[in-house]
Nanobody
Framework: VQLVESGGGLVQAGGSMRLSCRASGTIFSINTMGWYRQAPGKQRELVAT???????NYADSVKGRSTISRDNAKNTVYLEVNSLKSEDTGVYYC??????WGTGREYWGQGTQVTVSS
């Protein structure tokens, strides 16, 4: 299973960004899809997750200004964040949790850098 992220880069404070992550390979069933980020010198933290049925969960830091969505037919998850702040800077990682032959596994993308300039 490979996860390919896109959409990162340099963004101005107050602007918006949209990240995409597509999973490919032999995938039986994707359960939760999500985004995490790691700021310089900090631990990786959850940004948002979405279940297969569409239930969402957001970190307090992005709640109200971000939207996570998924396209199950394309095995793709999206993250849109508005009103970007300097503290949104970091490497954003896509994560999926799958069930393979009755066993739960998770996969990570390689990460995409997002830099918010003030």
């Amino acid at each position: 299973v490979q996860l390919v992220e896109s959409g990162g880069g340099l963004v101005q404070a107050g602007g918006s960004m949209r990240l995409s992550c597509r999973a490919s390979g032999t995938i039986f069933s994707i359960n939760t899809m999500g985004w995490y980020r790691q700021a310089p010198g900090k631990q990786r933290e959850l940004v948002a997750t979405i279940s297969r049925e569409g239930s969402t969960n957001y970190a307090d830091s992005v709640k109200g200004r971000s939207t996570i969505s998924r396209d199950n037919a394309k095995n793709t998850v999206y993250l849109e964040v508005n009103s970007l702040k300097s503290e949104d800077t970091g490497v954003y990682y896509c994560n999926i949790k799958v069930t393979e032959w009755g066993t739960g596994r998770e996969y990570w993308g390689q990460g995409t850098q997002v830099t918010v300039s003030s």
